[in-house]
Nanobody, 120 residues
């Protein structure tokens, strides 16, 4: 499974961005998909995850209400819509495929990451 993340960039505080992650696999609909992020000097942290069916979503408590994860199985793509962005959201964002978990090590496949920079 290869994952390609995109959509990062520079945005002002209060703005929005939508990240995309496209998978090169026939059975995309079988995979739980997650987003993680890693800020400079910090450990990788869980952002959100969506079940294989798309019926269930999970978010880091601190991000609920601002971030929305979704998937389009016809496009083999998972999205992360980020609203009301804050400077502390600045990080490299990674998509991952694997079992439902908030623990990065549990995921089997990772994208290359896309940088999000939020200016104040």
């Amino acid at each position: 499974v290869q994952l390609q993340a995109s959509g990062g960039g520079l945005v002002q505080a209060g703005g929005s961005l939508r990240l995309s992650c496209t998978a090169s696999v026939r059975t995309f609909s079988n995979y739980v998909m997650g987003w993680f992020r890693q800020a400079p000097g910090k450990e990788r942290e869980f952002v959100a995850a969506i079940s294989a069916s798309g019926d269930s979503t999970y978010y880091a408590d601190s991000l609920k209400g601002r971030f929305t994860i979704s998937r389009d199985d016809a496009k083999n793509t998972v999205y992360l819509l980020m609203d009301s962005l804050k400077p502390e959201d600045t990080a490299v964002y990674y998509c991952a495929a694997g079992p439902m978990s908030v623990v990065a090590d549990r995921y089997d496949y990772w994208g290359q990451g896309t940088l999000v920079t939020v200016s104040s």
